[in-house]
Nanobody, 124 residues
């Protein structure tokens, strides 16, 4: 069993930045791709970003491309999502997830373990 714990959410104004972190309880997570998803009130969970096991390949949703950057530190079993130029539409609960495979994917079906989520609220 893998436990994922997100941190770094909060309330910010439009244009501000936030950095979300996700810590894994298992060192073996370094062999798996990791991803972030988000869910806004009344909406389905959607893909945000993913990174492969080595950190050499990243995927981003069009809505965040150019504003968000995903990275990982396998020595520390952590992944970080740097979010810049935040917009009110970025408001959501953000979830960290560990993929079934080592390659990154935007499909939620490709993820096995999920964190509890961290709230990000962007005011206009």
């Amino acid at each position: 069993q893998v436990q994922l714990v997100e941190s770094g959410g909060g309330l910010v104004q439009a244009g501000d930045s936030l950095r979300l972190s996700c810590a894994s309880s298992r060192r073996t997570s370094s062999n798996n791709a990791m991803g972030w998803f988000r869910q806004a009130p009344g909406k389905e969970r959607e893909f945000v970003a993913a990174i492969d096991w080595r950190g050499s390949n990243t995927l981003y949703a069009d809505a965040v491309k150019g504003r968000f950057t995903l990275s990982r530190d396998n020595a520390k079993n952590t992944v970080s999502l740097q979010m810049n130029s935040l917009k009110p539409e970025d408001t959501a609960v953000y979830y960290c997830a560990q993929a079934l495979r080592s390659t990154s994917t935007s499909s939620s079906a490709g993820y096995r373990y999920w964190g509890q989520g961290t709230q990000v609220t962007v005011s206009s």
